[in-house]
């Protein structure tokens, strides 16, 4: 009898110690199982709200570099012409349009401009603005302040003073073989300030400016370059 009271303890104090084991066991699972439903929308809107702050300030970082980069190619291309036209002793130009609302700079010989390819991807003379600095096509809008040069008659010839940021700009600027302003045809060697300019389209326009504008300004007759942006360069 008493070996079964014995026996029936030490059965009893075994139980008592699995019972306990395993309440401290389902404790820790409970405890490691992962983020309740609630913890992970609470993260997940943090998240959004995170992102609808930030976004702005990002593309608008990202339009300024675009726009940089791009005005620095209209600078390279109207400093290569004129020393090539210094070097080699002839009138060079350069040449700006739109073609598919996508802007194209040609740097030539002479004042006529070279045919005007069909679309932006032809290969020519005519090149993307951008291209080799990687650009997508529409990422930047180019404008001018001068006439059309589509004869050959009009290089250097100013349209107005200001720029249109509604309307995409075309346009030749020459320089004589000193790297010059050479004289204008219809108009007068002091006519100064001509300018070329891009900027970020304004949201939902294909050819309208958004305010980030950066320029190129020839402002003497001996060729002088200078750069502005923004309401500089109206």
């Not at 060079?92 to 073609?99: G, W």
């Not at 006529?112 to 600095?133: A, F, H, Y």
């Not at 200001?162 to 020459?174: E, F, K, P, R």
């Given at each position: 009898?008493?070996?079964?009271?014995?026996?029936?303890?030490?059965?009893?104090?075994?139980?008592?110690?699995?019972?306990?084991?395993?309440?401290?066991?389902?404790?820790?699972?409970?405890?490691?199982?992962?983020?309740?439903?609630?913890?992970?929308?609470?993260?997940?809107?943090?998240?959004?709200?995170?992102?609808?702050?930030?976004?702005?300030?990002?593309?608008?970082?990202?339009?300024?570099?675009?726009?940089?980069?791009?005005?620095?190619?209209?600078?390279?291309?109207?400093?290569?012409?004129?020393?090539?036209?210094?070097?080699?002793?002839?009138?060079?130009?350069?040449?700006?349009?739109?073609?598919?609302?996508?802007?194209?700079?040609?740097?030539?010989?002479?004042?006529?401009?070279?045919?005007?390819?069909?679309?932006?991807?032809?290969?020519?003379?005519?090149?993307?603005?951008?291209?080799?600095?990687?650009?997508?096509?529409?990422?930047?809008?180019?404008?001018?302040?001068?006439?059309?040069?589509?004869?050959?008659?009009?290089?250097?010839?100013?349209?107005?003073?200001?720029?249109?940021y509604t309307t995409l700009g075309s346009g030749t600027i020459t320089f004589d073989y000193m790297g010059a302003l050479p004289g204008t045809a219809g108009g007068s060697s002091d006519e100064l300030g001509l300018k070329i300019a891009v900027a970020a389209p304004s949201p939902g326009s294909s050819t309208s400016a958004s305010n980030l504008r950066r320029c190129v300004i020839v402002d003497t007759?001996?060729?002088?370059?200078?750069?502005?942006?923004?309401?500089?360069?109206?």
């Amino acid at each position: 009898m008493l070996k079964k009271l014995k026996k029936k303890a030490v059965v009893a104090t075994l139980k008592q110690q699995l019972a306990g084991e395993n309440r401290y066991t389902s404790g820790y699972v409970q405890q490691n199982a992962g983020f309740t439903l609630i913890e992970l929308i609470a993260v997940v809107v943090m998240v959004g709200i995170l992102a609808a702050i930030a976004a702005p300030g990002w593309l608008g970082f990202t339009n300024r570099q675009r726009v940089n980069k791009a005005n620095d190619v209209v600078l390279a291309a109207l400093q290569d012409a004129q020393r090539e036209a210094k070097k080699k002793k002839l009138s060079y130009s350069v040449s700006f349009q739109n073609v598919s609302n996508v802007p194209m700079v040609a740097i030539h010989q002479g004042v006529v401009p070279p045919p005007t390819p069909s679309n932006p991807d032809q290969k020519g003379i005519w090149k993307p603005l951008g291209e080799d600095i990687e650009l997508k096509q529409k990422q930047v809008l180019l404008y001018t302040n001068l006439e059309n040069n589509s004869d050959g008659t009009k290089f250097n010839k100013k349209a107005s003073n200001t720029i249109s940021y509604t309307t995409l700009g075309s346009g030749t600027i020459t320089f004589d073989y000193m790297g010059a302003l050479p004289g204008t045809a219809g108009g007068s060697s002091d006519e100064l300030g001509l300018k070329i300019a891009v900027a970020a389209p304004s949201p939902g326009s294909s050819t309208s400016a958004s305010n980030l504008r950066r320029c190129v300004i020839v402002d003497t007759l001996l060729g002088g370059m200078r750069t502005a942006k923004d309401d500089k360069c109206n």
